[in-house]
T-cell receptor, first 114, second 111 residues
């Protein structure tokens, strides 16, 4: 298995531009998480999907952030418009059932907004 | 607010010694604690999970404890090696989908 796949690995964009991050979870996993990691705040949960349905998006910082999961093998996290304070590493993770078991993380997307 | 706290200072130890990392939780009663390893430029990798009714869990050179009285977990790496150098994240879960992560402790093992 290739593990969780994320693209792009690095993204540099200017303030005000739209940014789309992509994730392919491990096949057979029915739960998907988007996290953001910064030095100041560590790893924060943004949104959680179970069976492609958003269950909890209370961690999404603002309306500028949106996430979708159109099918079991693909999810996107979109920021529109982007701001410099959105600069961080964004991780996608998946699990079999969405409980307390181990999460499998992707390699992350390092986003820099100038 | 619910918090998982780890020592922000890096831990430097000599190869062959035992590394001990501390995780404390406040305003929180996790039923599970997890430990992850994170290398620079990579995502966290799961190492161990311990339940609140388990005092200790071992996996090869790793040992984790869960003390609900002290609200603390200790993570030990015995016979440490330079390859163990990484950031180690502690994470708590009450039994649902939400896992709260600590900021991590960097470990440097010197040859």
């Amino acid at each position: 298995d290739a593990g969780v796949i994320q693209s792009p690995r690095h993204e540099v964009t200017e303030m005000g531009q739209e940014v789309t991050l992509r994730c392919k979870p491990i096949s057979g996993h029915n739960s998907l998480f988007w996290y953001r990691q910064t030095m100041m705040r560590g790893l924060e949960l943004l949104i959680y999907f179970n069976n492609n349905v958003p269950i909890d998006d209370s961690g999404m910082p603002e309306d500028r952030f949106s996430a979708k999961m159109p099918n079991a093998s693909f999810s996107t996290l979109k920021i529109q418009p982007s701001e410099p304070r959105d600069s961080a590493v964004y991780f996608c993770a998946s699990t079999l059932a969405g409980g307390p078991e181990e999460q499998y993380f992707g390699p992350g997307t390092r986003l820099t907004v100038t | 607010s619910q918090k998982i706290e780890q020592n922000s200072e890096a831990l430097n130890i000599q190869e062959g010694k035992t590394a001990t990392l501390t995780c404390n939780y406040t305003n929180y009663s996790p039923a599970y604690l997890q430990w992850y390893r994170q290398d620079p430029g990579r995502g966290p990798v799961f190492l161990l999970l311990i339940r609140e009714n388990e005092k200790e869990k071992r996996k090869e050179r790793l040992k984790v404890t869960f003390d609900t009285t002290l609200k603390q977990s200790l993570f030990h790496i015995t016979a440490s090696q330079p390859a163990d150098s990484a950031t180690y994240l502690c994470a708590g879960n009450t039994g649902g989908f939400k896992t709260i992560f600590g900021a991590g402790t960097r470990l440097f093992v010197k040859a």
